[in-house]
């Protein structure tokens, strides 16, 4: 599945693609394969007593995240830990993928 990314800097605007692959799980414990920009990463999220989680194993990165929904959020808070557009990617891949487990 293929998403669209934004990223805006001022008045700049950038956009990429990235591509979602082997979603499996439920919305309270998902696990799938992201890409775009060169970079891949294999993500698990769900929920928790407290919240919500996500971790990137193959890159050693786990945080809280807000709703499933809060790009700006889930990305300032993956930003602390990996590069921007890597954190606007994910963020956005948890979203395109919440909203799918959703609608099932």
């Known amino acids: ?14 956009t990429w693609t990235g591509q979602i692959y082997e979603i ?4 309270e ?3 799938m394969k992201v890409t775009a920009r060169g970079s891949h990463f294999h993500v698990i999220f769900g929920s928790h007593s407290y919240g919500n989680y996500l971790c990137i194993p193959n890159w050693n990165v786990g945080c809280e995240l807000a709703d499933y929904s ?32 959703n609608n099932q």
């Open 70 to 101: 809060d790009i700006f959020w889930n990305c300032q808070q993956l930003s602390t830990i990996i590069r921007y557009t890597d954190a606007i990617t994910i963020a956005t891949a948890v979203k395109e993928v919440s909203q799918i487990l």
């Open 1 to 14: 599945m293929e998403f669209k990314c934004v990223k805006l800097s001022g008045k700049h605007k950038t």
């Open 29 to 31: 414990n998902c696990e």
């Open 24 to 27: 499996k799980g439920i919305k």
